[in-house]
Nanobody
Framework: QVQLEESGGGLVRPGGSLRLSCGASGGTVSAYAWGWFRQPPGKEREFVADISWSGSTTDYSDSVKGRFIISRDNNKNTVYLQMNSLEPQDMAVYYC???????????????WGQGTQVTVSS
């Protein structure tokens, strides 16, 4: 069964950087769009960023705009999230999601990963 798998999480100090990666395991996936979401402890899941097939269209939540960069490598079928100037409020479980339907906006996040923990602490 095809599923998504995140990697790159870990412990980082405030002001530091971390890069997350996400791709398919157990098969291949054609992601017309990729998205990143996160769930802080005790909070609901929230949107972080997404990217279109060509990479020409990206969206970010206000809380991460200017600090995070989403990108994709279609040859590797992988999405990345470069996180800079990390703050304690960025601590959360980060999930990647894929739109495999390709119907357009709004994206249909029909495939999800299990999440990777990002801890920001001194």
């Amino acid at each position: 069964q095809v599923q998504l798998e995140e990697s790159g999480g870990g412990l980082v100090r405030p002001g530091g950087s971390l890069r997350l990666s996400c791709g398919a395991s157990g098969g291949t996936v054609s992601a017309y769009a990729w998205g990143w979401f996160r769930q802080p402890p005790g909070k609901e899941r929230e949107f972080v960023a997404d990217i279109s097939w060509s990479g020409s269209t990206t969206d970010y939540s206000d809380s991460v705009k200017g600090r995070f960069i989403i990108s994709r490598d279609n040859n590797k079928n992988t999405v990345y999230l470069q996180m800079n100037s990390l703050e304690p409020q960025d601590m959360a479980v980060y999930y990647c999601a894929a739109d495999t339907a390709g119907l357009g906006l709004p994206y249909e996040w029909n495939l999800w990963g299990q999440g990777t923990q990002v801890t920001v602490s001194s």
